[in-house]
């Protein structure tokens, strides 16, 4: 995968990747695909064999793949999560934040562009899966962990 961009140290997943509708049956499925309109709240009893999701996005303007992310990161999901297809520079900033650390544009992009766009905002306005303090609770001495 030649535009594979990873926000992760480990080593990217190896082997096939099943379909979400083959996964569940598979007992050794290691890796799956999740496709608009499927319900990432399925995996959830599967989280501790998967090591890579793939979130698909055949148009950008599909956004339903930001939801199954953060299901699955709010589930405690630690594994890849990878989005794939029609993946834009702009949203990448915004696709970490609901969880993703791995992206597969079907076009490359810029690796000075990515390093920008992840840059973008250095302050966040609310709670989100990557675990940045919200403005508001430094501007009040709050902890982003507890509320303390």
Same mark, same amino acid.
């Given at each position: 995968?030649?535009? &594979?961009?990873? &926000?992760?140290?480990? @080593? ?5 990747? $099943? ?22 709240? @399925? ?6 064999? &998967? ?17 199954? $992310?953060?299901?699955?990161?709010? $589930? ?11 993946? &834009? ?37 609310? @709670? ?15 902890? $982003?962990?507890?509320?303390?």
């Amino acid at each position: 995968m030649t535009n &594979l961009i990873r &926000l992760r140290d480990d @080593a990217p997943a190896a082997g096939p990747v $099943a379909t979400f509708d083959a996964c569940c049956d598979q007992s050794n499925a290691a890796a799956v695909r999740i496709e608009p309109g499927d319900d990432a709240r @399925a995996l959830i009893p599967f989280l501790d064999r &998967l090591t890579l999701v793939e979130v698909n996005f055949p148009v950008f303007g599909d956004g339903r793949g930001y939801s199954a $992310a953060r299901i699955l990161r709010e $589930a405690g999901y630690t594994g890849e999560i990878r989005a794939v297809g029609d993946v &834009l520079i702009d949203q990448l900033n915004n696709m970490r934040r609901c969880g993703f650390d791995g992206f597969a544009p079907d076009t490359a992009l810029d690796m000075d562009g990515v390093t920008a766009a992840m840059q973008t905002w250095p302050e966040v306005y609310q @709670a989100a899966t990557d675990g940045r303090n919200p403005i508001w609770n430094i501007r009040h001495g709050i902890g $982003a962990d507890n509320g303390s």
